[in-house]
């Protein structure tokens, strides 16, 4: 490929990524990708008046290494004449709180230190390391989950604070410069580890598509570019669409219209309805989407967030579901061990297993779990919220009512119907996604446990 430095530039000077006098923070981790964007925007905004704060925050994953990390990045700032700013935060206890997954609940406290440093000082932007490795990954892991045209189109150079300068730079061309410039750098050594998903595409999936293409990372990250242009255009269509259907109106969507567009739009039609009435498409699936595109006359559905959506015979109305509305009535499904059912009022499927314990490959996840085997009681149930539902969160002294649970959490009062839980007997075990019950807590000593995993059945 060309110069590094040139084709840096190149995609600072394409997507307006850095300006002339503007302040910026750069997230730096210590690696050699956050290293060598470090290095190459000082050389590359010298004389432009652009000040550049680092950034670092201490995940502790890695105890000592983690800390020597906060200290590497400190003394490079510091040698480069550069601001630092550093912050500590337990993730593992954040995980153990949420029940996120280590890359989702890493990637929400980082985003916001970054976020709230950029508005201390007054920052024009937010620098990350995103390269065009990373890009393809991104691209094959959407779609192995099965995604569609925005899933495919992964990465964007910007998106709204967050720059990216290195996404058309592969891992290779950032240790060749690394390596020019003997830069200094230090190796995460999870990222060697299997047990994530993006590790595997990476150790695994990546290296055996070389052996197709051996520039199927470009060819990759190509395809992402492609697919975000091309969703770009599709999403300014859209919103020209909704206009002329009538969506913020009171008569609402006009039905016999919306049929009569692709399906491409339809369902484009249907998630953007959906994100101006709550500011995000999070949440909202296939499966939802394509209900609502089937919804009979007369009929209404609940959605993610609080959200109805009615059909009035040729009309699509959105609302707020009012706050003593229930979401969805899902009447008690009994889970074998081991089993698997299907819960389609809310799209998930509910898989139980039992196996050996302590089992070295089990990492427990948002929608993982494992259970002593010895007090749980049959039939386990997988259903909704009951009126005077009580449990014992994990790390809770005594039962909480789940509706005040949920009201801590900042559960949105719609989403809460939807939420499933699993019971033995009558006791809540797991308010799945969210909080196991300290009653049915793994010991030291168990031999066997049941591990309890919940799909999007689109994804099942």
């Given at each position: 490929?060309?110069?590094?430095?040139?084709?840096?530039?190149?995609?600072?000077?394409?997507?307006?990524l850095?300006?002339?006098g503007?302040?910026m923070?750069?997230?730096?981790?210590?690696?050699p990708?956050?290293?060598?964007?470090?290095?190459?925007?000082?050389?590359?905004?010298?004389?432009?008046?652009?000040?550049?704060?680092?950034?670092?925050?201490?995940?502790?994953?890695?105890?000592?290494?983690?800390?020597?990390?906060?200290?590497?990045?400190?003394?490079?700032?510091?040698?480069?004449?550069?601001?630092?700013?550093?912050?500590?935060?337990?993730?593992?206890?954040?995980?153990?709180?949420?029940?996120?997954?280590?890359?989702?609940?890493?990637?929400?406290?980082?985003?916001?230190?970054?976020r709230?440093?950029?508005?201390?000082?007054?920052?024009?932007?937010?620098?990350?390391?995103?390269?065009?490795?990373?890009?393809?990954?991104?691209?094959?892991?959407?779609?192995?989950?099965?995604?569609?045209?925005e899933?495919?189109?992964?990465?964007s150079?910007?998106?709204?604070?967050?720059?990216?300068?290195?996404?058309?730079?592969?891992?290779?061309?950032?240790?060749?410069?690394?390596?020019?410039?003997?830069?200094?750098?230090?190796?995460?050594?999870?990222?060697?580890?299997?047990?994530?998903?993006?590790?595997?595409?990476?150790?695994?999936?990546?290296?055996?598509?070389?052996?197709?293409?051996?520039?199927?990372?470009?060819?990759?990250?190509?395809?992402?570019?492609?697919?975000?242009?091309?969703?770009?255009?599709?999403?300014?269509?859209?919103?020209?669409?909704?206009?002329?259907?009538?969506?913020?109106?009171?008569?609402?969507?006009?039905?016999?219209?919306?049929?009569?567009?692709?399906?491409?739009?339809?369902?484009?039609?249907?998630?953007?309805?959906?994100?101006?009435?709550?500011?995000?498409?999070?949440?909202?699936?296939?499966?939802?989407?394509?209900?609502?595109?089937?919804?009979?006359?007369?009929?209404?559905?609940?959605?993610?967030?609080?959200?109805?959506?009615?059909r009035?015979?040729?009309?699509?109305?959105?609302?707020?579901?009012?706050?003593?509305?229930?979401?969805?009535?899902?009447?008690?499904?009994e889970?074998?061990?081991?089993?698997?059912?299907?819960?389609?009022e809310i799209?998930?499927?509910?898989?139980a297993?039992?196996?050996k314990?302590?089992?070295?490959?089990?990492?427990?996840?948002?929608?993982?779990?494992?259970?002593?085997?010895?007090?749980?009681?049959?039939?386990?149930?997988?259903?909704?919220r009951?009126?005077?539902?009580?449990?014992?969160?994990?790390?809770?002294?005594?039962?909480?009512?789940?509706?005040?649970?949920f009201?801590?959490?900042?559960?949105?009062?719609?989403e809460?119907?939807?939420?499933?839980?699993?019971?033995?007997?009558?006791?809540i075990?797991?308010?799945?996604?969210?909080?196991?019950?300290?009653?049915?807590l793994?010991?030291?000593?168990?031999?066997?446990?049941?591990?309890?995993?919940?799909?999007?059945?689109?994804?099942?």
């Open positions: 490929m060309r110069n590094f430095k040139e084709q840096v530039l190149k995609t600072i000077t394409k997507y307006k850095i300006s002339p503007k302040k923070v750069a997230a730096v981790s210590g690696g990708d956050s290293v060598a964007m470090l290095h190459v925007i000082l050389e590359l905004t010298k004389g432009w008046g652009v000040a550049v704060h680092v950034a670092h925050l201490n995940h502790m994953f890695r105890g000592a290494q983690s800390d020597e990390e906060a200290d590497f990045v400190q003394q490079l700032a510091g040698s480069w004449g550069l601001p630092c700013a550093l912050e500590k935060h337990d993730v593992p206890a954040y995980i153990r709180q949420t029940g996120y997954s280590p890359e989702e609940a890493a990637r929400n406290v980082r985003y916001r230190f970054l709230s440093l950029a508005q201390d000082i007054g920052a024009n932007g937010i620098l990350t390391a995103h390269h065009a490795d990373d890009q393809a990954e991104t691209v094959l892991l959407h779609l192995i989950r099965g995604s569609g045209l899933g495919v189109a992964a990465i150079p910007k998106e709204e604070d967050l720059c990216r300068p290195l996404l058309e730079v592969t891992k290779e061309d950032i240790l060749t410069y690394c390596r020019i410039n003997k830069l200094e750098y230090r190796i995460d050594q999870s990222n060697q580890e299997t047990d994530y998903m993006r590790n595997k595409i990476r150790l695994r999936l990546v290296p055996e598509l070389k052996e197709y293409n051996p520039r199927v990372v470009q060819a990759l990250a190509r395809t992402a570019d492609i697919c975000r242009v091309e969703n770009e255009f599709l999403d300014g269509l859209t919103g020209e669409y909704l206009k002329d259907l009538g969506f913020g109106e009171k008569k609402g969507i006009d039905f016999r219209k919306l049929s009569l567009l692709h399906p491409a739009l339809q369902r484009r039609v249907v998630r953007r309805a959906f994100e101006a009435m709550i500011g995000k498409q999070e949440g909202l699936d296939y499966h939802h989407t394509e209900r609502v595109l089937n919804l009979s006359t007369g009929k209404e559905l609940c959605l993610p967030g609080g959200i109805y959506v009615r009035n015979y040729d009309r699509l109305i959105f609302g707020l579901l009012p706050s003593d509305s229930r979401m969805t009535e899902v009447e008690p499904t889970l074998k061990l081991p089993g698997q059912v299907k819960i389609p799209g998930v499927v509910v898989q297993e039992i196996g314990w302590p089992d070295e490959r089990f990492i427990r996840k948002k929608y993982i779990a494992a259970f002593n085997t010895d007090i749980l009681k049959e039939p386990l149930l997988i259903r909704t009951r009126r005077g539902d009580r449990f014992q969160p994990r790390g809770g002294k005594g039962t909480k009512k789940l509706k005040d649970f009201i801590d959490e900042k559960i949105p009062r719609g809460r119907d939807r939420v499933p839980l699993l019971v033995s007997g009558e006791q075990v797991w308010v799945i996604g969210h909080r196991l019950s300290q009653q049915f793994l010991k030291d000593n168990d031999k066997k446990a049941v591990v309890i995993q919940v799909k999007n059945m689109d994804r099942a």
